[in-house]
C-alpha cells in the first residue's frame, strides 16, 4: 500500500504588510491557532502592525476575511519549507 505523502516539507504562511495594518487586533483575536500578534515596531502610520508568529496556521483564511484593511494579509497554502519569508 502507497504511503500519504509526507507534509513535512511544506507549510502555511501568513503575509502581513506592515504599510497596510492598522494594528487594531482582528486578526490577532480571530485566529483560533494564535499565529498572529501585534509587534512592538510601528509602521510609518504609527501603528503598531500584526505579526505572522506560529507555523501552526491551518490556512483557513479566517484572518484574511476578518481584516478590514484590503491587501493587509495575504494567506499561502503550503508553501514549500525553504520558501523566503517576505
Ligand atoms: S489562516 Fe487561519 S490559522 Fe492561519 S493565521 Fe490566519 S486565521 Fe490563523
Ligand atoms: S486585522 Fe488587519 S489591520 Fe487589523 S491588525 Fe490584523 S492585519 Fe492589521
New binding site residues.
Given amino acids: 500500500m502507497a504511503s500519504a505523502p509526507s507534509n513535512t516539507n511544506v507549510r502555511n504562511f501568513v503575509r502581513?504588510d506592515s504599510c497596510?495594518?492598522?494594528?487594531?487586533?482582528?486578526?490577532?483575536e480571530?485566529c483560533p491557532k494564535h499565529c498572529?500578534v501585534?509587534g512592538s515596531k510601528m509602521n510609518q502610520l504609527g501603528?503598531q502592525?500584526?505579526r505572522f508568529e506560529k507555523e501552526t496556521c491551518t490556512a483557513c483564511g479566517l484572518?484574511f476575511y476578518?481584516?478590514?484593511?484590503p491587501g493587509?494579509?495575504t494567506v499561502y497554502r503550503n508553501e514549500p519549507a525553504d520558501r523566503e519569508d517576505v
Avoid: D, N
Avoid at 20 to 28: E, F, W
Avoid at 66 to 69: A, I, R, T
Fill in positions: 502581513i497596510l495594518c492598522k494594528g487594531c487586533k482582528v486578526c490577532v480571530t498572529l501585534i501603528y502592525y500584526a484572518c476578518s481584516c478590514p484593511e493587509a494579509i
